[in-house]
Structures are given as structure tokens and as C-alpha cells.
């Protein structure tokens, strides 16, 4: 059977995390609200020097406002669930998370930014 025109031969797998507030968030005072904003962008700009992050940030205008912000990550998907676990906005329950890989057509996403390669190189399995 020939192959199908429409499926790349190559792709470049990501890790995406994307943030979620659970409908179980903690009620928290504006300060305390304040305070945990500063802790999870610290932590998340710690994970970028790293290099674990590389590009990061929040949702506007999306059709679920349960949804936060997604990040891609330059490691597996246990690890950014291991890393995701340890956002002080998880810990405190403000934030859930959704770890997943996401292919597309090779090379069509850049990272200047980082200096180190972003994701896998993968052909599609034969069925």
C-alpha cells in the first residue's frame, strides 16, 4: 500500500504540561494569592535557566477558562510531571497539571532561545 502524502515522514515530539485550576482550588486572600503568583513564576523561570522549560506562559481568550498556561519542556514526560509536581501552585492545590506528547511536521518549530535540542526526532509507527 502506498504511503500516505499527508503523514510527514519525520516528526518532532514535544513534552507539553498544560496548567489547569482544579474545581477544588483552595480559597486564598489576595496576599496569599500574590505571594504563591511569585513562588510558581520563580520556580518556573528556575526550571528555564535550568534549561527544563524552554518556552512558557499563560492562556487568554481560551474557550475553557479552567485552563492556566502551558509549557514545553526539554526532557521526558515523567520528568516534567516529577518537575510540574513540585510548582508551588500544584503543591498548594491552586493548579493541576496535564503532561502529554505533542508531535508535529519536523522542523517546523524553532527554540532560539535554548541551547540545548528540544525534542525527539520520530518517524510515524507502521500500523
Not at 480559597?27 to 535550568?50: F, I, N, T, V
Request: net charge negative; glycine share 6%.
Amino acid at each position: 500500500m502506498p504511503r500516505n502524502p499527508d503523514i510527514p515522514d519525520a516528526f518532532d515530539v514535544y513534552t507539553v504540561v498544560v496548567l489547569r485550576r482544579p474545581s477544588d482550588a483552595p480559597q486564598m486572600s489576595d496576599d496569599q494569592l500574590d505571594a504563591l503568583q511569585a513562588r510558581h513564576l520563580a520556580y518556573r523561570a528556575e526550571l528555564g535557566r535550568k534549561g527544563l522549560i524552554v518556552v512558557n506562559g499563560p492562556f487568554d481568550e481560551q474557550s475553557d477558562p479552567t485552563y492556566r498556561g502551558m509549557s514545553i519542556f526539554a526532557c521526558d514526560p515523567a520528568e516534567a510531571a516529577r518537575l510540574s509536581d513540585a510548582d508551588p501552585s500544584v503543591v498548594a492545590g491552586r493548579l493541576a497539571f496535564d503532561v502529554m506528547e505533542w508531535w508535529v511536521r519536523a522542523d517546523s518549530l524553532g527554540f532560539p532561545l535554548s541551547d540545548r535540542t528540544v525534542g525527539d526526532r520520530r518517524s510515524m509507527p507502521d500500523e
